[in-house]
């Protein structure tokens, strides 16, 4: 048995936030953030036409992008200031998503089906919740 900190392994399942919420790369930065704003949420799955997952945004990159006007923001796109992290899947070991999550500088991973759609987020917050049970 594979134990970390004295307890078996978890996988992204064991610890995943849902439900996510997704926004086209395509969409504007207004748009997400008024998304972002009525659900309360501080990340997005970022789809493509399809509807399979090529990244997360997030409220921190969209309040970076300034000047943080709504004309500026309609101007711009999710595409613009996403982060493509890769995905993960349920089945997927806590430590590497924290791992991965880690070397892109991103404090959330879209988890995603065999398909590549998006059914819930990873977040750093779930990360620090798990390790922190007793």
Known sequence: MDVHA???MATVADIRHSPV??????DT???AWQLMFVSGLRHLAVV???GGSIGIVSDRAI???LPLTERHL??????DVMSSPGCVTDDTGAHEAASRM???AVDALPIVTGSGRPIALLTAADLI???GRD
């Open 102 to 104: 880690a070397r892109h």
């Open 48 to 50: 493509d036409a399809g």
């Open 63 to 65: 309040l970076t992008d």
């Open 21 to 26: 919420m997704t926004i086209r790369d395509a």
């Open 29 to 31: 930065l207004w748009d």
């Open 129 to 131: 919740d798990w390790v």
């Open 74 to 79: 309609a101007g711009r796109h999710v595409k």
């Open 6 to 8: 004295g307890r078996p």
